[in-house]
């Protein structure tokens, strides 16, 4: 196989490098018309016709041969015989990374607390887990069993009662590993659906699909625009970009380690992103030297050059602090910092969804079995947003509890701020509970 190498080389001391880099960076995922009218449609009709709708574009699109909803209904006794299915070392490894990601979630967990003020009031937040959370697997080839337990496992952590799983099986193709992932993970229930009337199976309930309160879970365009349509209708983790990866490296990494680091995230697909960022000009030459001599050996060369030549980057900076300021400017995905003292340049990183630290800590090993959440923000919410957690899978509610006093002495101020904003009714609720001898000083 033939592959040709042509990574952007970008230079932060160009007068316009703020315009190369704001290009280099911008991708939206936008349906156009036809996609979003097509799911809209997809929605109307399982929020009408339930699980008949659901066998009938499983037919359509999946090309499986469901007679009824009774076909695309796994048991738990099918999940745990992909256990027996798939071999001793998939099992080992699935049950070490669903172990690592339950320990580090665990921490995550949030409780419930109150403070009692000096007249008797009580104030505080009450953590109470969703009831039902649906899990959205990509099917078929493109199966991702270290999805499940990223997923799965913070709900499960969280104390989700019910975990359901939609996934689809193209052509009646099941993924052992993908349900053996899922009976590890502790799902409840699979069916074996998938694209947008999966997620408006999830949003609405069908007489056998149950209705949840939150989708997460990756998906194509048809499943990104679903989850925007039923948004409001559940909760929803986000809608992901494609992956991305910067590598912030002082130039003394082995070349071939950085090359391979950028592949890892080129590899998902044409639209990925792979960027280095470095002080040192001999090291990016030699890194661009590593992709070319790397590239032809690898299985998905063809998507990767895509990727690396269409949006991936070779960054020079002046120094490194130069490089810690673009790499809040790309609020990236994944950062890699490798270099000698990560530690000390950790302060200076303000957005990124996971810091790998170090020459040694690859961004494989987040997306497998280290045990923070795989599941980042993409395309920049790395400035406002963070990675799927146990903390997902929770509400809030505030607890407000007023002494006899305290009401008296609250009373007065939201007397005096409801008025000012002419809710009498506000007012004079307030008031009711002032106390008649505190009303006539």
């Known amino acids: ?47 009408e016709r339930g699980d008949a709708a659901l066998v009938e574009f499983t037919q359509r699109f999946d ?15 099918r999940l745990e015989l992909a256990l027996t299915r798939i071999t001793p070392a998939q099992r080992e490894a699935l049950e070490t990374a669903a172990n690592r990601v339950r320990m580090y979630h665990e921490r995550q967990k949030q409780d419930s607390w109150q403070y009692t003020e000096a007249d008797g ?9 969703l009831d039902r959370a649906g899990l959205y697997v990509p099917g078929g080839k493109a199966s991702y069993p270290s999805s499940v337990l990223m997923n799965a496992i913070p709900a499960k952590v969280a104390g989700v009662a019910e975990v359901v799983m939609v996934v689809p099986t193209p052509r009646g193709e099941v993924n052992e590993l993908v349900l053996a992932a899922a009976c590890i993970a502790g799902v409840d229930r699979v069916f074996t659906v998938g694209g947008a009337q999966a997620v408006a199976a999830l949003a609405y309930g069908t007489e056998s699909v149950p209705q949840v309160d939150k989708i997460v879970g990756p998906g194509n365009i048809y499943v990104a625009t679903a989850k925007r349509h ?31 680091d950028l592949f890892s995230q080129a590899e998902h697909d044409e639209d990925a992103q792979a960027i280095l960022v470095s002080p040192d000009a001999a090291f990016l030459d030699r890194v ?30 002046r120094d490194m602090q130069q490089a810690m300021d673009v790499a ?33 800590t690859s961004e494989a090993l987040g997306d497998y079995c280290a045990g923070p959440n795989h599941v980042l923000p993409t395309s920049g919410t790395a400035r406002f947003s963070s990675p799927l957690g146990v903390y997902d899978f929770q509400k809030r509610s505030s607890i407000i509890f007023c002494s006899e ?16 904003e002419s809710l009498t009714a506000h007012a004079r609720s307030a008031e009711y509970r002032i106390l008649t001898q505190e009303k006539g000083n």
């Open 288 to 317: 661009a030297a590593s992709i070319d001599k790397l590239m032809p050996t690898m299985e998905r060369a063809e998507i990767i050059e895509k990727s690396i030549n269409g949006r991936g980057a070779l960054i020079q900076v």
């Open 63 to 77: 090309g499986v041969d469901a007679k009824s909803i009774d076909d695309l209904i796994l048991n738990r006794e």
């Open 230 to 260: 039923v948004f409001g209708q559940v909760g929803i983790d986000m809608i992901a970009g494609p992956s991305e990866i910067l590598v912030v490296c002082d130039g003394q990494t082995d070349p071939d380690w950085i090359a391979m």
């Open 121 to 129: 009031t009580v104030l505080g937040q009450k953590v109470t887990p």
């Open 1 to 47: 196989m033939t592959v040709s190498t042509a990574i952007a080389r970008l230079n932060a001391a160009d007068p316009d490098f703020a315009r190369h880099l704001d290009h280099l960076l911008s991708w939206e995922s936008v349906s156009d018309d036809a996609v979003n009218q097509r799911v809209l449609d997809i929605i109307k009709a399982v929020r």
């Open 328 to 360: 809040n400017r790309i609020a990236p995905e994944h950062l890699e910092l490798s270099v000698a003292d990560p530690q000390a340049w950790l302060p200076h990183i303000r957005h990124a969804g996971a810091i790998f630290m170090g020459r040694h």
């Open 405 to 420: 006093q305290g009401a008296s002495e609250l009373g007065y101020t939201a007397s005096v701020l409801a008025r000012g």
